[in-house]
């Protein structure tokens, strides 16, 4: 029987991404999605101001982002989905809810193969589904020393998505890995621009620890604020040590939300399990919900250029490049295309010397 200290534990990790869609308008209104450039409340409607009796309308640019998204991540796209409310209450909110996707989402039980550790590794996605955002709340200290929480609702409606992933992340650098390769596809395909600093493309990681021989299970534990790659596996390096300790010592690890303090490098508790928020999901009332006709899916599948992974095996191939160098080549598209357009001229010109 080994003691607790010896036992040998594992790590299982699995992501949620909120990525900001490349869209002209807003999820439900007319509105510009540019939130980050205009001067507070300009960008805004009855619709996402959320002001009574005000009808939503699908932007359907989002809906096919998604979409190319979900193929991109190799899902199924089934062929009814709807949208539902998530309800909760909060400042940056005007409605009182989301409108995001409970129970049918629009694209279903894909995968990501992603590079780590020099081998090609495969983790499941569970599904992406269209959400809008919230608000953002400006927290100042006002010349007579109050401080006050000013809200711009410029945000508020902006096309997101959800990319949920199966927990099959086993060690925070699977999960950095991961996390760049789904950024490095979301931005071949214009679906987002990935940028984690202006929150375009935001992480929260769910981890949990497990002895190897299945005699201690720990409970799930969700961080969140961290705002860039780095900060995810610092933050899942301290949570994989934090729980492991707790484990070893004959304690328990309780289901909670922690979150990151990047300046002190550890996580602490948000909330636990008790004080979950029941969202009371229902069918969005004012939306039709989408039938998707097969023809729509071929025709946007018809979109995807070549992934990254593709592209980076047939330039080790095509030009005998290294794995390391068609990697560095191929992580970000334009970069890539430069590189083969100049290898196009460079061979033409070899020609006309012969
Ligand atoms: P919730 O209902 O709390 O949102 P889900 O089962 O839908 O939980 O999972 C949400 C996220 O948590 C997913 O990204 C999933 O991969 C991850 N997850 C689920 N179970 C575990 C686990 N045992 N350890 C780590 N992550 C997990
Ligand atoms: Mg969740
Ligand atoms: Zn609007």
Same mark, same amino acid.
């Given at each position: 029987m080994p003691t607790l200290t010896e036992t040998a534990f594992e790590t299982v990790i699995g992501l949620e991404v909120h990525a900001q869609l490349l869209t002209r308008s807003k999820m439900y209104c007319g509105c510009s999605a540019d939130y980050a450039s205009a001067p507070p409340n300009t960008h805004v409607c009855p619709v996402c101001l959320g002001l009574p009796g005000a009808l939503p309308v699908t932007n359907g640019a989002a809906i096919e982002l998604c979409m190319l998204t979900g193929l991109a991540l190799n899902c199924r796209?089934?062929?009814?989905?709807?949208?539902?409310?998530?309800?909760?209450?909060?400042?940056?909110?005007?409605?009182?809810?989301? *409108?995001?996707?409970?129970?049918?989402?629009?694209?279903?039980?894909?995968?990501?193969?992603? @590079?780590?550790?020099? @081998?090609?590794?495969?983790?499941?996605?569970?599904?992406?589904?269209?959400?809008?955002?919230t608000g953002r709340l400006l927290h100042r200290t006002a010349e007579d020393g109050i401080d006050i929480s000013l809200v711009d609702l410029n945000r508020s409606g902006v096309?997101?998505?959800? *990319?949920?992933?199966?927990?099959?992340?086993?060690?925070?650098?699977? $999960?950095?890995?991961?996390?760049?390769?789904?950024?490095?596809?979301?931005?071949?395909i214009h679906a987002s621009s990935g940028n984690m600093? @202006?929150?375009?493309?935001?992480?929260?990681?769910?981890?949990?620890?497990?002895?190897?021989?299945?005699?201690?299970?720990?409970?799930?534990?969700?961080?969140?604020?961290?705002?860039?790659?780095? $900060?995810?596996?610092? $933050?899942?390096?301290?949570?994989?040590?934090?729980?492991?300790?707790?484990?070893?010592?004959?304690?328990r690890v309780p289901q909670e939300t922690r979150g990151w303090i990047e300046a002190r490098g550890i996580t602490v508790s948000q909330r636990t399990k008790e004080q979950a928020h029941d969202y009371r999901y229902f069918p969005e009332p004012d939306l039709p919900p989408l039938s998707v006709n097969t023809d729509v899916v071929t025709s946007i599948k018809t979109k995807l250029p070549e992934l990254p992974i593709a592209r980076r095996e047939r330039f080790v191939t095509a030009f005998g490049l290294s794995a390391a160098e068609a990697s560095l080549l191929t992580a970000e598209q334009s970069i890539a295309d430069y590189f083969e357009a100049a290898v196009g001229r460079a061979a033409t010109i070899d020609e006309a010397k012969i």
């Open positions: 796209i089934p062929a009814y989905c709807k949208l539902d409310r998530k309800n909760y209450v909060y400042p940056d909110l005007p409605k009182g809810y989301q *409108i995001s996707q409970y129970d049918l989402p629009l694209c279903v039980e894909g995968y990501l193969e992603f @590079e780590s550790g020099g @081998e090609v590794r495969r983790a499941g996605i569970t599904r992406v589904h269209i959400e809008e955002d096309p997101l998505m959800e *990319i949920v992933g199966e927990p099959d992340l086993r060690s925070p650098e699977e $999960a950095r890995d991961y996390l760049i390769a789904l950024r490095q596809i979301l931005r071949y600093e @202006e929150g375009a493309f935001r992480c929260d990681a769910n981890v949990s620890t497990r002895a190897v021989d299945g005699s201690i299970v720990g409970a799930k534990v969700e961080i969140k604020n961290m705002n860039s790659f780095r $900060a995810v596996e610092r $933050a899942l390096r301290f949570e994989e040590q934090r729980q492991r300790d707790v484990l070893s010592n004959g304690g």
